[in-house]
Nanobody, 124 residues
Framework: QVQLVESGGGLVQAGGSLRLSCTAS????????MAWFRQAPGKERERVSC????????VYIDSVKGRFTLSRDNSKNTLYLQMNSLKPEDTAMYYC?????????????????WGQGTQVTVSS
Protein backbone atom coordinates (compact mmCIF):
# COMPACT_ATOMS: atom_id res chain seq x y z
CA GLN A 1 0.00 0.00 0.00
CA VAL A 2 1.40 3.34 -1.06
CA GLN A 3 1.56 6.10 1.53
CA LEU A 4 2.84 9.62 0.95
CA VAL A 5 3.35 11.90 3.94
CA GLU A 6 4.08 15.58 3.43
CA SER A 7 5.64 17.88 5.99
CA GLY A 8 7.39 21.22 6.19
CA GLY A 9 4.56 23.63 5.55
CA GLY A 10 3.79 26.56 7.78
CA LEU A 11 3.38 30.30 8.05
CA VAL A 12 6.18 32.43 6.64
CA GLN A 13 6.62 36.07 5.73
CA ALA A 14 6.98 37.14 2.13
CA GLY A 15 10.55 36.65 0.99
CA GLY A 16 11.08 33.71 3.30
CA SER A 17 11.79 30.07 2.53
CA LEU A 18 10.34 26.68 3.29
CA ARG A 19 11.32 23.16 2.35
CA LEU A 20 8.55 20.66 1.91
CA SER A 21 9.22 16.95 2.27
CA CYS A 22 7.25 13.97 1.04
CA THR A 23 8.26 10.63 2.50
CA ALA A 24 7.01 7.62 0.60
CA SER A 25 6.32 4.07 1.67
CA UNK A 26 5.01 1.21 -0.43
CA UNK A 27 7.01 2.36 -3.43
CA UNK A 28 10.56 3.31 -4.33
CA UNK A 29 10.99 6.95 -5.36
CA UNK A 30 13.71 5.84 -7.78
CA UNK A 31 11.17 3.78 -9.72
CA UNK A 32 8.31 6.24 -10.26
CA UNK A 33 7.42 9.70 -11.49
CA MET A 34 6.46 12.04 -8.66
CA ALA A 35 5.18 15.57 -8.50
CA TRP A 36 4.16 18.48 -6.31
CA PHE A 37 0.77 20.07 -6.79
CA ARG A 38 -0.90 22.97 -5.02
CA GLN A 39 -4.41 24.22 -4.53
CA ALA A 40 -5.30 27.67 -3.29
CA PRO A 41 -8.73 28.43 -1.80
CA GLY A 42 -11.31 28.84 -4.55
CA LYS A 43 -8.88 27.80 -7.27
CA GLU A 44 -8.25 24.62 -9.18
CA ARG A 45 -5.38 22.36 -8.29
CA GLU A 46 -2.27 23.03 -10.37
CA ARG A 47 0.87 21.04 -10.92
CA VAL A 48 3.97 22.80 -9.65
CA SER A 49 6.85 20.53 -10.60
CA CYS A 50 7.50 16.91 -11.55
CA UNK A 51 10.40 14.50 -11.59
CA UNK A 52 10.54 11.51 -13.90
CA UNK A 53 11.77 8.09 -12.93
CA UNK A 54 15.06 8.84 -14.66
CA UNK A 55 15.43 12.14 -12.78
CA UNK A 56 14.32 14.68 -15.33
CA UNK A 57 12.63 17.68 -13.70
CA UNK A 58 9.92 19.88 -15.14
CA VAL A 59 8.45 23.09 -13.69
CA TYR A 60 4.96 24.02 -14.79
CA ILE A 61 4.27 27.40 -13.22
CA ASP A 62 6.18 30.34 -14.65
CA SER A 63 5.92 32.35 -11.45
CA VAL A 64 7.85 29.76 -9.42
CA LYS A 65 10.66 29.18 -11.91
CA GLY A 66 13.92 30.21 -10.32
CA ARG A 67 12.35 30.18 -6.86
CA PHE A 68 11.16 26.59 -6.33
CA THR A 69 13.39 23.55 -6.73
CA LEU A 70 12.24 19.94 -6.72
CA SER A 71 14.70 17.28 -5.64
CA ARG A 72 14.66 13.65 -4.63
CA ASP A 73 16.72 11.56 -2.21
CA ASN A 74 16.23 7.96 -3.18
CA SER A 75 18.23 6.73 -0.19
CA LYS A 76 15.59 8.31 2.04
CA ASN A 77 12.68 7.59 -0.30
CA THR A 78 11.79 11.26 -0.02
CA LEU A 79 10.80 14.04 -2.42
CA TYR A 80 11.49 17.68 -1.60
CA LEU A 81 10.33 21.08 -2.73
CA GLN A 82 12.61 23.94 -1.75
CA MET A 83 10.68 27.20 -1.94
CA ASN A 84 12.56 30.48 -1.78
CA SER A 85 11.49 34.11 -2.10
CA LEU A 86 7.96 33.12 -1.19
CA LYS A 87 5.11 35.39 -2.18
CA PRO A 88 1.58 35.70 -0.79
CA GLU A 89 0.26 34.18 -4.03
CA ASP A 90 2.14 30.97 -3.17
CA THR A 91 -0.30 30.41 -0.32
CA ALA A 92 -1.95 27.04 -0.89
CA MET A 93 -2.22 23.47 0.24
CA TYR A 94 0.69 21.58 -1.28
CA TYR A 95 0.32 17.94 -2.23
CA CYS A 96 2.78 15.25 -3.18
CA UNK A 97 1.71 12.69 -5.77
CA UNK A 98 3.14 9.55 -7.33
CA UNK A 99 2.50 7.50 -10.45
CA UNK A 100 3.52 3.98 -9.39
CA UNK A 101 1.36 2.21 -11.99
CA UNK A 102 2.93 3.99 -14.96
CA UNK A 103 5.31 1.93 -17.07
CA UNK A 104 6.64 5.08 -18.71
CA UNK A 105 7.67 6.77 -15.47
CA UNK A 106 7.38 10.18 -17.05
CA UNK A 107 5.52 13.35 -16.16
CA UNK A 108 2.69 12.54 -18.54
CA UNK A 109 1.76 9.65 -16.28
CA UNK A 110 -1.44 9.51 -14.31
CA UNK A 111 -0.80 10.36 -10.66
CA UNK A 112 -2.86 7.88 -8.69
CA UNK A 113 -1.48 8.21 -5.18
CA TRP A 114 -1.63 11.38 -3.12
CA GLY A 115 -0.57 12.64 0.25
CA GLN A 116 -2.81 14.49 2.65
CA GLY A 117 -1.20 17.83 1.91
CA THR A 118 0.70 20.43 3.89
CA GLN A 119 -0.46 24.03 4.21
CA VAL A 120 1.80 26.87 3.14
CA THR A 121 0.74 30.38 4.12
CA VAL A 122 2.76 33.41 3.08
CA SER A 123 1.98 36.70 4.78
CA SER A 124 2.65 40.06 3.17
Amino acid sequence: QVQLVESGGGLVQAGGSLRLSCTASGLRTADVAMAWFRQAPGKERERVSCITRSGGIMVYIDSVKGRFTLSRDNSKNTLYLQMNSLKPEDTAMYYCAAAPTSFRGDCGSQFTDWGQGTQVTVSS
